[in-house]
Each structure stands twice: as structure tokens, then as C-alpha cells.
């Protein structure tokens, strides 16, 4: 066994790393090394590695100058490239202003779209467990009963529906308080709000939280009908729910609604911007018009 082991570790190639250099009688070096048995292996042919010549001294007033060229060569290149793309972002950002409510309702309606993905389930049960007594009491209890009826499917056949209520209650909710604020401070307030007091920034805060309530309860009551049923009848699609409740019967129960949520959509702004206030947080005003915009639209005297 040792001597085979000897054997292998003669015949490792890395064992034997010195090269032998020899004329072949033609001007050339070739390669040789020893073989496993201590014979000389088959010599192999070296290519002088060339030489690269530069054009300056590492360090000189000249290496300098044309790395300095390169940078400005590289830069100039692609800012001038992208100078349009800087041109139509500069101007997009003066015109915020002008699109502020579109802004708006495309940030909360992208945010609602992904949040519903993951609300779906825990409708679906809800309802189920609302509105069918004696099905479950918990999502523990409820979740598997009704996987094991209808599969995912029980899960997410309400989604669509799902999406077409909280998609425009949320895009209300944003867009409409943020407009509403602005609107209460330029035509109710009396004063300026830097001059409002806490209190009394809280109230604008509740009023415009409480309007924004409204629109967004009527904005998705039809949807949220649909998606009532539907998560109660074993088989139903969206659009036999409809088809059979018809236009009076996604109203029904709208004002009760609107009490709910305006009531709560008020005391969730009150409470966001009441913690803000009480941890003495940034709060903004509401945007104004910049002065180089009101001079581009001529409203400047």
C-alpha cells in the first residue's frame, strides 16, 4: 500500500514544478520537465511573453493629463446622452404641484393593489365566520374547514371584488383628505395654519378625515355588497352576486356605511397626526405652488 502511495505522489504533475529550458537547434526554448519514472517528459514550446511598451511614465504630467481626458470623455458622453431624460425629470418636479392629486391616487391605489393580495384570506374567513353562525370562531378553525370544501379557491375568489372595493376606498381616502385639508385652510380656517394652534390643526385633521370617510364608503359600498355575498355562498362568482342583487341592491345599507366609515377614517387620521403632534414629529403643511411655477403660469404680479 506504501509503495503505491509513493507511486501517485511521484506522479503528481504539482510534485515536480521545476521546468528544464532547452534549445531545440532551431533558436527556440522548449519546456521539459521529469516524468513519473524520472524520465524527461515531452518537451513543449514557450512564447516569449511580449513586452507592452507605454506611451508615459506611471505618474508623469502626462499620465495624469490623458486619465484626466478619459474621465471627461466618459462623463461628457453619457450626461449628454441622458441630458433629455434630466430635462423631462426637472419639469415633471415643478409640475408635482399641478399633478399632485394624480400622484396621489396612483401611489394609494399601487399600495391597496399588493396589500389586498394578502387581505384576501383573512376576508374570506371573516365574513364566514360573520355571517354563518355556528361555522367557526376563529381563523384556526375557520381556515382548514374551508380549504378542505373548496381549496384555494375559497381563499381568493373574492379578490377581484376585493380589489374593486379597496382600491377606490383607499385612492378617496388619500386623495380626497389631502384635497380637502388644503381646501379647508384656503376657505374655512380663518388664519393661516402656521398660526393654528395644535388643537386646532387636529380638528381640520378630523373634519377632512371625516369627508374623505364619506367618499370612500360610497365609492366602494357596491363592491363591498358583492363581496359580502360572495364570500358567504359556496360557488358563486362576482358576477352572479351582482347580476342578482342589482343596482338598488349593492346600495342597500349605504348609510349605515357612510356613519362607519367616516367615523372611522376620521379618528384613524385624528390619531395618526395626534401621535405625530404628541412626538413633536415633522408635519408639513399642504403644498403650495412654487414661485418659479406661478411665474411660468403668470400668476405672479
Not at 204 to 233: Q, R
Not at 259 to 285: C, E, H, N
Amino acid at each position: 500500500m506504501f509503495s503505491s502511495v509513493a507511486h501517485l505522489a511521484r506522479a503528481n504533475p504539482f510534485n515536480t514544478p521545476h521546468l528544464q529550458l532547452v534549445h531545440d537547434g532551431l533558436g527556440d526554448l522548449r519546456s521539459s520537465s521529469p516524468g513519473p519514472t524520472g524520465q524527461p517528459r515531452r518537451p513543449r514550446n514557450l512564447a516569449a511573453a511580449a513586452v507592452e511598451e507605454y506611451s508615459c511614465e506611471f505618474g508623469s504630467a502626462k499620465y495624469y493629463a490623458l486619465c484626466g481626458f478619459g474621465g471627461v470623455l466618459s462623463c461628457g458622453l453619457t450626461h449628454t446622452a441622458v441630458v433629455p431624460l434630466d430635462l423631462v425629470k426637472c419639469r415633471m418636479q415643478e409640475n408635482t404641484y399641478l399633478w399632485r392629486t394624480s400622484l396621489y391616487l396612483a401611489a394609494s391605489a399601487s399600495a391597496e393593489f399588493f396589500a389586498d393580495i394578502a387581505l384576501a384570506p383573512m376576508e374570506a374567513a371573516k365574513v364566514r365566520i360573520q355571517t354563518q353562525p355556528g361555522y367557526a370562531n376563529t381563523l384556526r378553525d375557520a381556515a382548514p374547514k374551508m380549504y378542505k370544501e373548496e381549496g384555494l379557491k375559497a381563499f381568493y375568489k373574492g379578490v377581484a371584488p376585493l380589489w374593486m372595493r379597496q382600491i377606490p376606498y383607499t385612492m378617496m381616502k388619500f386623495a380626497c383628505f389631502e384635497r380637502t385639508v388644503e381646501a379647508l385652510y384656503k376657505f374655512v380656517v380663518p388664519k393661516p395654519r402656521s398660526e393654528c394652534s395644535k388643537p386646532e390643526q387636529l380638528v381640520v385633521t378630523f373634519v377632512a378625515g371625516y369627508i374623505a370617510g364619506v367618499f370612500c364608503a360610497i365609492v366602494s359600498h357596491p363592491a363591498d355588497s358583492v363581496v359580502s355575498v360572495l364570500n358567504k355562498e359556496k360557488g358563486s362568482s362576482a358576477s352572479l352576486v351582482l347580476k342578482r342583487l342589482g343596482f338598488k341592491g349593492v346600495w342597500k345599507g349605504l348609510f349605515a356605511r357612510i356613519i362607519m366609515i367616516g367615523t372611522l377614517t376620521a379618528l384613524q387620521w385624528f390619531i395618526y397626526d395626534s401621535v405625530k403632534v404628541y412626538f413633536r414629529l415633522p408635519r408639513p403643511p399642504p403644498p403650495e405652488m412654487p414661485e418659479s411655477l406661478k411665474k411660468k403660469l403668470g400668476l405672479t404680479q
